[in-house]
């Protein structure tokens, strides 16, 4: 994220009161608020009022969801059904805002292009950049006088969530949660140790998302990244923010202990460089787009070859993870990831 749009934007709510704002001033409207979180201890700032039952936010007309940093805002307003609309959108569809129901922002990226001068050639080139741009949406319960079907409720936490594990074939060993991308492995703690399924899934989430920045997948690992330095801090946000995303799709609640240390990282990274909260969201979209294209991709190729008849094999999937680590590692492992 190279420039931030600062034109005035149109913030319109429900009494049709207009109060006119910069992407900027919005964006660090958010950040801020994310921030007082984590000083005043709420570990989970993103889950704590994120409503467990409901998919990903999407858009009412397209059905596309929302990505990145749009969840993270859409979630924090705690509303029980998924879907948002434009006030466009709305208003196509005859239906207007209840009174008093203030709107979200949508924060993207829009791409342009100057031209600029080499100061020692003098030669002209074409140069891309990116500035933040936003729009508003409301939640379908904050509209009245649009039909539409009650939201169906994932109300039983996703059974194939093992299944999805068992897919990647990862080398995971005995250990404290962390993943080594030197030696593309993730070490876990015995199944018995967590408090809860959902901890233990909700850790191995987080330790997942942190695989797929191996440089055989998504390539997101600097060199010399060491511990409590603000790259280390910038990936482990990545991973968090990753586990809470794919927690969400397999309708876990997301794992909310964090160590100190991760969150004073994380307020210090965020007070210096406040885009560093959308780059970290839009990273963890990415690695839950990778894991679950690849599940489904998986998933599609084995139906193909069983020709829609069930696979013996499939009956042991349901088998908790721990099964499948190891005591001993093998050999001495190199640095890791948490």
């Not at 969801?65 to 509303?79: A, P, Q």
């Not at 927690?247 to 609640?253: N, T």
Request: glycine fraction near 4%.
């Amino acid at each position: 994220m190279e420039n931030t749009n600062n034109t005035p934007q149109t913030n319109t709510n429900a009494n049709n009161q207009i109060k006119r704002t910069t992407v900027k001033e919005k964006y660090n409207q958010v950040v801020e608020n994310f921030i007082s979180k984590l000083e005043k201890n709420d570990t989970e700032p993103w889950t704590k009022s994120w409503v467990m039952n409901v998919s990903l936010p999407r858009n009412f007309e397209s059905g596309n969801s929302y990505s990145g940093m749009n969840i993270l805002t859409l979630l924090d307003r705690g509303f029980t059904d998924s879907r948002f609309l434009t006030m466009n959108q709305v208003n196509n569809l005859g239906g207007k805002v209840i009174k008093g129901e203030k709107s979200t922002p949508i924060f993207f990226m829009k791409p342009m292009e100057k031209e600029v001068e080499d100061e020692t050639t003098g030669e002209k080139r074409i140069e891309k950049y990116f500035i933040m741009q936003s729009y508003n949406v409301f939640n379908i319960t904050q509209t009245q006088g649009i039909k539409y079907e009650p939201e169906i409720k994932n109300n039983i936490p996703n059974s194939n969530i093992q299944h999805f594990i068992d897919s990647f074939n990862i080398n995971t060993y005995r250990g404290e949660p962390a993943y080594s991308p030197n030696d593309d492995c993730i070490f876990m703690p015995h199944y018995q140790d967590f408090e809860s399924e959902n901890e233990f899934y909700s850790t191995y989430m987080h330790e997942l998302t942190h695989y797929t920045g191996h440089s055989t997948r998504l390539d997101r690992f600097e060199k010399h990244t060491v511990f409590g330095d603000e790259r280390y801090a910038f990936e482990e946000l990545i991973a968090e923010l990753g586990s809470a995303f794919l927690s969400l799709e397999h309708g876990i609640k997301p794992n909310s202990k964090k160590q100190a240390s991760y969150l004073n990282s994380w307020i210090t990274a965020l007070k210096e460089r406040p885009n560093i909260l959308y780059s970290a969201a839009s990273h963890a979209t990415k690695s839950t787009n990778y894991l679950m294209n690849n599940y489904h991709l998986k998933q599609q190729i084995k139906n193909q070859h069983n020709n829609n008849l069930q696979n013996p094999q499939t009956m042991q999937n349901n088998q908790v993870v721990n099964n499948t680590i190891q005591n001993k590692p093998k050999k001495n492992f190199s640095p890791k990831v948490g």
